[in-house]
């Protein structure tokens, strides 16, 4: 057995009953899960999942309990006088401290790993599956590496364990974690360029699978720097006496040395920043909207994300654009390639982009002449990023939205709370073209119309009017009418044709409401605009019902309309689509005629989208979705890849008392016990 | 042939040790006596390399001690004046450990243990925790790793100290039997009783032997 093995094994045999080892295990499991449980509260709605939640959790502990475990393991064997014994032995320093190392390492491994089955079991008992994070756990085992190595440094360095588990602390916590909050608190304009506190990004990082080498190499530099630096501590025992002192200063010189060299590398790791991308990382579920414009897309898209690898926000980016690319390889359309430019570093690429159209800060999507920059404003969403491949893929023919006037509709370059510029900017993404239409100016709907939207018209069309559209529609053209009140204003002469009859809303006891007039809904039917927003919730301002129309009930034939209802709410119909073939005598060829009706007037306005959490914006865009034919439907009010966590405020208590005192208390009267056990035995 | 010649050390710039020469031969046990504080376990820690001397040179065979210390360390044998054992051990554990940790062979391992149970008459007390013996008990068990592995050289800083009457008189021959060819260096004060195991007995004053 080798001398490493053998210390390996003492060190941990010295801690297999030792109380304090218990205590100190039981602190850090309590300590990660309290840390666990409030990072969950703070990042519920967020990007992360549950399992890099604990990673990052463990990540400012580690240090203690390494501190902590391995503050005796020299510094006893000074105090006591037993390394008198072993320094005698045919062992070399080296070996020693090897041994002494595996030994902390051990113990850190199997507290991380304990106090993910902590979390793991508990979560599990509640019928909650969370993923293990591999690489998030690689890369808390390299920091444990360095925090154990640290830790022994000091226990070398110190005679008593107190004094070296304060140094410990100091090196490895309290420095590098006030630095970091005195510059956010200094700074604090400069915390998103900043990104999150070194140690924590890390295991972010390596979780999302972007591996830093200059980070990996960082962590080891550092990490033999301190074995190196505990074997001379080791070394310098031998040295006592005054004619020793050209030993002790030569082992000083290579302390001194070691740490020069250990700066210039890591220095020059951090300025070359080399990543290297690994094919794991946590799943993630893109909406059927997403997956239906990646699968129908074809040839190759650049995708750059072109900002600072320290911004907060280049770790979410990364994580979107690589899940993305595994996307597009599985459903067989897209080919997507993946670039990461810093404009601080890469400065000949980002003098590229830039050349291209690409801006910094952004998303550059580049696929042969043309150039789509998505901004990173705070965080990039996965609808933003769809709607740019959409751009690029699109047939440069783009299909345009005609939006009436003249009879009090809501206009689509109107920026306030009553205008609908946000969902002329979601179309505008999405590729569409927005314009207005006078009726009366015109003699036929353009051609290259691919749907009408009549917003919230006040007055009635004229019968010249309600003529030309009728021509449209009957030539297989598409509306969207969004009603003011139940009269259906504007062209409410024509949704009867169509299946669709406005009648007033009763109000119903089963009606859910926040502010009394408006309407949550959500109850949705079967169809493909309404399939994906199951689950969420759709907010109309002051609803108009509606009901199947004479035609829809009488219909028969290639004169057969169909009407089918999408939004309900106690039994009423509050939003529908009717459909029905071209006009009699027509081409059969033509595309059938649609017509979708919302009760609301206002419910896609700027107002109505950002006063609360809702689907509107998703319905609305599902609806011209379908309308036009695109068939690319948005997943719903939440994104996918989104944490939510199904426990009510009575499971979440219980969770957290089951982590923080349950578990942890278990595992270390378990411990006490044994110790004890052992103790009587003997 | 262990031989230390003119070796000289001193914590400050005033020695502790001048000049300090003499031999040990196979088989040879030389005791070193002297009052206190006149450099006995400063020299037992030089012999044993835990120290650098400032000038002289410690040798085995002809070679260095300092020039090839693994090879040295594995013909020695050390017992240090403060004894201080792993207490969460039971005896045959903590020898079992030292066998490994000096590199003994495993098959060997077992053989050593025993030996050395049998020769410190630790027998009944090999499944005990340290924790749970006295001094003396705890000065055999570390005399018993002392010889463990048949070393060539043996240093034993006042290796009676502590001991109980009965293990003072079976000393010189449980030392006959475990260090037959070796060379071995103790430190001691009772002079009549080093008469009984000691070839040779050197006094330590000022610094010189």
Request: charged share 20%.
């Amino acid at each position: 057995m080798s001398p490493v093995r053998v210390t390996w094994l003492r060190t941990l045999g010295m801690a297999r009953n030792f109380y304090a080892t218990a205590l100190a295990l039981g602190a850090f499991w309590a300590g990660t899960a309290i840390c666990f449980c409030v990072n969950v509260e703070l990042g519920e709605g967020g990007r992360l999942a549950l399992g890099e939640l604990w990673a990052v959790s463990l990540s400012p502990v580690l240090p203690m309990l390494a501190s902590f475990l391995a503050m005796d393991v020299w510094s006893d064997e000074r105090l006591s006088g037993r390394a008198e014994l072993l320094l005698s032995a045919p062992v070399s320093e080296l070996e020693l401290v090897m041994g002494k190392f595996l030994g902390v390492c051990t113990m850190m491994a199997a507290a991380i790993l304990t106090s993910w089955f902590t979390v793991w079991g508990t979560l599990a008992a509640m019928d909650l599956e969370i993923d293990f994070p591999v690489l998030a756990v690689t890369a808390l085992l390299v920091q444990s590496a360095l925090w154990s190595a640290v830790g022994l440094m000091m226990s070398a360095r110190f005679r008593h364990a107190a004094a070296a588990a304060m140094a410990a602390l100091t090196v490895t916590v309290i420095i590098p974690r006030a630095l970091w909050f005195a510059a956010v608190s200094w700074l604090p304009e400069r915390r998103l360029e900043m990104g999150q506190m070194i140690l924590d990004a890390h295991v972010l990082d390596m979780a999302s699978g972007v591996v830093s080498t200059g980070m990996l190499l960082g962590y080891a530099v550092l990490t033999v720097l301190a074995l190196v630096i505990a074997v001379r501590y080791v070394m310098i025992l031998r040295f006592a006496g005054h004619s020793a002192r050209m030993y002790r200063r030569s082992a000083r010189l290579v302390i001194f040395l070691s740490i020069v060299a250990a700066a210039l590398t890591l220095s020059l790791a951090m300025r070359l920043n080399a990543t290297l991308e690994l094919p794991v990382g946590a799943a993630r579920e893109f909406s059927s909207r997403t997956r239906s414009i990646l699968a129908g897309a074809e040839g190759e898209v650049e995708a750059a994300a072109f900002l600072p690898r320290s911004d907060r926000r280049f770790r979410e980016t990364v994580f979107l654009l690589r899940a993305l690319k595994r996307e597009a390889e599985q459903t067989g359309g897209l080919k997507l390639s993946l670039k990461f430019v810093d404009p601080r570093w890469d400065l000949g690429e980002a003098e590229r982009l830039v050349r291209q159209g690409g801006k910094s800060e952004s998303v550059v999507l580049r696929r042969a002449r043309r150039t789509v920059s998505v901004p990173i404003a705070d965080g990039l969403g996965e609808r933003e990023l769809a709607s740019a491949i959409l751009q690029l893929v699109a047939n440069p023919h783009r299909k345009t939205v005609y939006w009436t006037e003249g009879h009090g509709e809501a206009e689509f370059d109107r920026y306030d709370v009553w205008g609908m510029s946000d969902i002329a900017r979601e179309l505008a993404r999405d590729g569409y073209v927005n314009r207005k239409l006078a009726l009366s100016k015109v003699e036929t709907v353009p051609e290259d119309c691919a749907l009408v939207v009549v917003a919230a018209a006040k007055t009635d069309f004229s019968r010249t009017e309600i003529a030309r559209l009728e021509t449209y529609l009957m030539g297989g053209g598409r509306m969207l009418a969004m009603l003011e009140n139940a009269e259906a204003a504007g062209v409410g002469s024509l949704l009867p044709m169509w299946g669709v009859k406005p009648v007033p809303a009763v109000a119903v006891k089963s009606n859910r409401t926040v502010s009394g007039s408006d309407l949550i809904i959500t109850e949705f039917g079967d169809h493909a605009i309404t399939e994906p927003l199951k689950g969420t919730q759709l907010i109309l301002d002051s609803p108009v019902a509606m009901q199947p129309s004479a035609a829809a009930e009488a219909g028969a034939g290639a004169d057969k309309v169909g009407y089918v209802p999408l939004a309900m709410s106690g039994g009423q119909t509050f939003a529908a689509v009717g459909e029905r073939g071209a006009g009699t005598g027509s081409d059969l060829a033509l595309r059938p005629t649609r017509v979708a009706v919302v009760g609301d007037a206002l419910f896609a306005m700027n107002g109505q989208l950002a006063a609360r959490k809702n689907a509107n914006c998703d319905f609305f865009l599902n609806i011209v979705a379908y309308l036009s034919g695109a068939d690319a439907m948005v997943g719903g009010g939440l994104e996918p890849g989104v944490l939510t966590l199904p426990f009510d405020r009575r499971e979440r208590i219980r969770a957290a008392a089951t982590m923080v005192v349950g578990v942890p208390l278990a595992l270390f009267l378990a411990m006490i016990a044994y110790a004890l056990k052992r103790s009587h035995r003997s | 042939m262990f031989e230390v010649r003119n070796i000289s050390f001193g914590y400050t710039k005033t020695p502790i040790l001048k000049d300090v020469s003499f031999v040990v031969s196979p088989g040879e046990t030389v005791a070193i006596t002297g009052a206190n504080g006149c450099g006995k376990t400063t020299l037992m820690k030089l012999l044993a390399t835990l120290l650098v001397p400032t000038s002289g040179q410690v040798s085995f065979d002809g070679k260095d001690a300092l020039a090839d210390t693994m090879w040295y360390r594995r013909q020695l044998g050390y017992l240090p004046e403060r004894v201080a054992l792993y207490e969460d051990m039971t005896v045959k554990e903590y020898l079992v450990y030292r066998a490994r940790l000096k590199g003994e062979l495993k098959r060997r391992i077992r053989r050593r243990v025993e030996d050395g149970l049998e020769l410190m008459r630790l027998g009944d007390l090999q499944r005990r925790p340290i924790k749970n013996l006295s001094y003396g008990q705890q000065k055999r068990v570390a005399l018993a790793d002392a010889f463990l592995l048949r070393p060539r050289v043996v240093l034993l800083d006042d290796f009676m100290a502590a001991l109980d009457a009965e293990m003072r008189e079976a000393m010189p021959a449980i030392l006959k039997e475990a260090a037959a060819f070796s060379a071995v260096v103790a430190t001691g004060h009772e002079t009549a009783e080093m008469n009984k195991w000691a070839s040779r007995i050197l006094t330590m004053e000022n610094g010189k032997v």
